[in-house]
Structure formats: C-alpha cells, structure tokens
C-alpha cells in the first residue's frame, strides 16, 4: 500500500543535541511539507519542498533544517537552536505539480518530540 | 493577511445527533476548501474537498459540507454521529501559494 512512513513514533532529545526526524513516501509525490504540531494552535509549516533539491521555509523554519536529495525522502533536523523542540512533527505529501500547493495532502501517522 | 477559524474549540454531541462543525476564512480569491480528521496519537486523513462546482460536496464516513461564498464558510455536517466519529477535525484552506489550517474542533460523542 502507498503511503507515507515517519519514523521513530517518539524521539527523545538532549539539551545542545540535534536530532532527525524520518518521513518516507512511496505515493510518488512530488511536494512534502513538515508541520509542527502543538495543543490548539492547529498545523504550523515548518519546511516544504516542491522537487527535489529544493526546498523553502515555512512560517516556523528557525531552528530547523531539512533536505531533499530524493523524491521519496524529506528527512527534518532539529537543530539545538530550536529552543521548545517539544511538539508533535507530522510529514505530508502531495502532488503539487507546478508549484500549486493547493492539492490535498496525505499526513504520516506523526513523530512526538520530548525533551529529556 | 490569509486566516482560518474554526470557532469551537470543543464540541460534545450524543451518539445519533446530528453535527455541525463550522469553519470560517479569510482568503483574497475563491480559494480549495478541505476538512481533515485526526485521531489521537494519528496523522490527518482527508474526509471531503472541495475546488469548484456543486457547493454541497460529499466525503468519506457520511460527512458533507457546504461552500457558501457569501458567509465565507464550509462547515463539515453529519446527520448522525457515531462514537467512532470522535477526535479532531480540522478546516483547511489553500491556493496555489499557500494552504492554511485551522486551530481544529475536538469532537467528543456521548453514549
């Protein structure tokens, strides 16, 4: 079945330590988007790529880093920048074919960020 | 500025009662409307769309909304909700620049 798989389903960080959050797809999409997600505030963008080696910064990019070396992979660092790391991380996917980013968007089942 | 409202942060409904979650935006064009559901501990699944035409557009599980330009609204309706119908649900608004998402509506489904 095509989908999309974040990994690890929880992640727990150390102060100063970066850590880095998987999402794989094989629903061979071209976009992928990384949300924050926190208690009544909805979905953040953090970072989103419309094709490979390309990426462009959300409404909440500080202290994160991403890449894009292939299609399906669009792995997110969280850098020790990011001083309230903890959240819940949902990856999504779609077909935004040029540059339309308003196709409907399939979401991984999340990763939880903790901070020890 | 683009803006999203889901009004109801929280709603409680009895098992068989009929729902209506509201969702409000603000966008500079006529924009592509989605409702999203999430379970806890879960990622979103898609239940309906809506891009042009009909404006009373069906979903999955038995959900449908209604795209009303005038009131800037999409409000996501069920005529009888099940217990399994609960958890998150979130209004989604987007063009070709940019997608938005609201604060969500926690569903909660009494026996």
């Known amino acids: 079945d095509g989908g999309i798989t974040q990994s690890p389903k929880y992640l727990f960080r150390k102060e100063g330590q970066n850590v880095t959050l998987s999402c794989e797809q094989n629903?061979?999409?071209?976009?992928m988007y990384w949300y924050r997600q926190d208690p009544g505030q909805g979905l953040r963008l953090i970072y989103y790529?419309?094709?490979?080696?390309?990426?462009q910064k959300g409404d909440i990019a500080e202290g994160y880093s991403v890449s894009r070396e292939k299609k399906e992979s669009f792995p997110l660092t969280v850098t020790s920048a990011q001083k309230n790391p903890t959240a819940f991380y949902l990856c999504?996917?779609?077909?935004?074919?040029?540059?339309?980013?308003?196709?409907?968007?399939?979401f991984g089942d999340g990763t939880r960020l903790s901070i020890l | 500025a683009q803006s999203v409202t889901q009004p109801d942060i929280h709603i409680t409904v009895s098992e068989g009662a009929s729902l209506e979650l509201r969702c409000n935006y603000s966008?500079?064009?006529?924009?592509?409307l989605f409702w999203y559901v999430q379970s806890p501990g879960q990622g979103l699944q898609l239940l309906l769309k809506?891009?042009?035409?009909?404006?009373l557009v069906q979903g999955i599980k038995g959900f449908e909304a209604e795209f009303k330009r005038s009131q800037s609204s999409f409000n996501l309706r069920k005529p009888s909700v099940h217990w399994s119908d609960a958890a998150e649900y979130f209004c989604?608004?987007?063009?070709?620049?940019?997608?938005?998402f609201g604060a969500g509506t926690r569903l909660t489904v009494k026996p």
């Open positions: 999504a996917s779609s077909l935004g074919t040029g540059g339309a980013r308003n196709q409907p968007q399939h």
């Open positions: 629903l061979n999409h071209d976009a």
């Open positions: 790529s419309q094709i490979v080696n390309d990426f």
């Open positions: 966008y500079g064009a006529t924009p592509y």
């Open positions: 809506y891009f042009s035409g009909d404006t």
């Open positions: 989604a608004v987007g063009n070709n620049n940019d997608m938005r």
